[in-house]
């Protein structure tokens, strides 16, 4: 039997609908709660769903969840990913991973190895999206980091 891994979605615009659809298919994670800046956009998401809504920091401090899929602007992946790596926990997010720095990227890479948690940057196209979540969460599960 697969682990199921508890996700976290942080930023809940237009793509979180994407994952919503495909994780579904899927048997090893399971989107659990929702957070975003506006918290109305976080309560609507959480209800159409069926899931929890939280604010960001309730959502990094809970201990279920391994994983956050961050689906934020461009231009807070890296704030966003650096908080989750500092939270102990898997981040998932979308490319970019930082806006014009380099130094951003390094940064991660060197919290990740100091952590032991994972980051993911996916360059993809939205098809392939339900063939992108089986591998990342098989990465997950063996511990392998990207």
Request: charged residues 25%; proline residues 1%.
């Amino acid at each position: 039997m697969n682990k199921v891994f508890k996700v976290g979605l942080i930023g809940c615009g237009h793509i979180a609908e994407t994952y919503f659809r495909g994780h579904q298919y899927f048997n090893n994670f399971k989107i659990v709660a929702c957070a975003d800046i506006n918290q109305k956009a976080a309560e609507k998401c959480a209800k159409l769903y069926n899931i929890k809504s939280m604010t960001v920091n309730e959502i990094l401090k809970d201990k279920d969840i391994e994983v956050i899929l961050n689906l934020t602007i461009p231009q807070s992946h890296y704030s966003v990913s650096k908080k989750v790596l500092n939270a102990g926990k898997h981040v998932y997010s979308e490319k970019p991973l930082a806006i014009k720095e380099v130094g951003k990227v390094l940064d991660l890479i060197n919290k990740l190895k100091s952590t032991g948690v994972g980051v993911i940057v996916i360059s993809h196209r939205m098809d392939d999206i339900f063939t992108v979540c089986d591998r990342v969460m098989a990465l997950f599960s063996r511990n392998k980091l990207c």
